[in-house]
């Protein structure tokens, strides 16, 4: 963290580009295996992703790229310290900060199954793929 409001700052970070389930898989695994590092060193590992799907329209042939979700730090998002709280405002407040990072964590969870169950397919095994859980992963159906 910067300290002058600007937000935090991640020297060395690259983007790419990953088209494939097979890009995708080998991907997930690196960083996973990172952040499960670094989380074993008492710091903490974070996984940053930016999901986008490409919309083919099919009378113009016309492909779109719609950013359809940002994530960061998938492996745990923050939570709360309801210790830290006072009065009947802030645990309103720390209230629905748990509420909505229970709907993170499901949400992070149904998309780490449902790219599971397409790496799995795209390897060849027969697996049915649950779209169902989350509004994310029902867009992603669709794509």
């Known amino acids: 963290y910067t300290g002058d409001g600007a937000g935090g700052v991640m020297a060395g970070?690259?983007?790419?580009?990953?088209t494939t389930f097979k890009e995708l898989g080998h991907f997930l695994r690196r960083a996973f295996k990172i952040a499960d590092h670094r989380g074993r060193q008492q710091k903490?590992?974070?996984?940053?992703a930016t999901i986008y799907v490409y919309r083919t329209d099919e009378e113009f042939g016309k492909t779109t790229k719609l950013p359809m979700a940002h994530f960061v730090d998938l492996g745990s998002p923050t939570s709360i310290d309801l210790t830290k709280t006072e009065g009947p405002y802030s645990r309103e407040m720390a209230s629905a900060q748990t509420r909505r990072n229970a709907a993170i964590r499901k949400t992070i969870t149904?998309?780490?199954?449902?790219?599971?169950?397409?790496?799995?397919r795209d390897a060849g095994n027969a697996v049915t793929v649950s779209y169902r859980e989350s509004c994310l992963t029902k867009v992603l159906q669709k794509s």
């Open 13 to 18: 970070q690259k983007i790419r580009e990953i």
């Open 44 to 48: 903490r590992g974070h996984v940053i």
């Open 110 to 120: 149904a998309l780490g199954a449902v790219l599971r169950g397409c790496l799995l």
